[in-house]
């Protein structure tokens, strides 16, 4: 589904991203580990075209996605992201946040998106939550609009950079559990994440970067209880 071959970017004389290689299938779910500054989220912003890269290439089903001139708009559709900041938009409802892209994108009306938008909210349990302003949700139900928002747009892959990050720790499950529903109902799904517990129960495929490489890589039972780097021993016991 997503193939990164060699992919290398810099910020100025920073090398950011050095040369990654990573193959994600449909299904799947890739959790990406690794120290603050390490590049997770530079490497979800580069598969989203949000940066573009320097060198290797970026597959989309097949279709290599980085190359220059590429209109990134019909790309990006196909890929959701969530950050760590929700940023819904305070004067909007749950809902008009949800229908603002599929309206401007696709030119349906309201009506038209209705049944799919409400099927979605009730999908992941914020049916009653439609017409509340962001300021009357927790920030728990913010970041499962946000995640509804993005599958608003029907996109094929979804990247998540730590959305769980700025979250008081009693609301950090409900968001888990919207990740834990995705991936039973066959999303593919690339996550930056600092919840091991949860990477290492449900993906399919950790990634542990360390200075803008993939140090090491593959299931969790391997990385979390085999890990074979010295690197991922010593990052892994900081942080579990
Ligand atoms: P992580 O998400 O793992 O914390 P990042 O991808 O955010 O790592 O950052 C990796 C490195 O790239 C850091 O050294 C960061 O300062 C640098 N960096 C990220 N974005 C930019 C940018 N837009 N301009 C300059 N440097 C950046
Ligand atoms: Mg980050």
Do not use: W
Not at 101 to 121: D, I, M, N, S, W
Not at 179 to 198: C, D, I, N, W, Y
């Amino acid at each position: 589904m997503l193939e990164l071959r060699d992919v290398a970017k810099s910020f100025g004389g920073n090398r950011v991203l050095n040369g990654i290689s990573l193959t994600v299938e449909r299904g799947e779910m890739v959790c990406l580990i690794g120290a603050s500054g390490s590049g997770k989220s530079t490497l979800l912003r580069c598969i989203n075209l949000l940066e573009p890269i320097d060198d290797g290439a970026v597959f989309l089903d097949g279709q290599d996605i980085s190359e220059p001139g590429l209109n990134p708009d019909p790309v990006r559709r196909r890929i959701g992201m969530v950050f760590q900041s929700y940023n819904l938009f305070p004067h909007m409802t749950a809902e008009e946040n949800v229908m603002l892209a599929p309206r401007r994108v696709h030119g349906k009306t309201r009506e038209a998106l209705r049944p799919q938008v409400t099927e979605l909210f009730t999908r992941f349990g914020l049916a009653d939550r439609m017409q509340h302003y962001p300021d009357q949700l927790s920030g728990g139900q913010q970041q499962r609009v946000a995640i509804v928002r993005a599958l608003a747009m029907r996109p094929e892959i979804m990247l998540f950079d730590e959305i769980t990050s700025a979250l008081d720790p009693e609301l950090v499950g409900e968001v888990l559990d919207v990740l834990r529903q995705l991936r039973s109902e066959g999303m593919t799904m690339v996550l930056a994440t600092h919840e091991m517990k949860f990477a290492a129960e449900l993906a399919d495929k950790i990634c542990f970067l360390d200075a803008g490489r993939i140090a090491e890589q593959g299931p969790p039972s391997q990385i979390f209880e085999a890990p074979q780097k010295a690197r991922t021993r010593a990052f892994l016991s900081r942080v579990l």
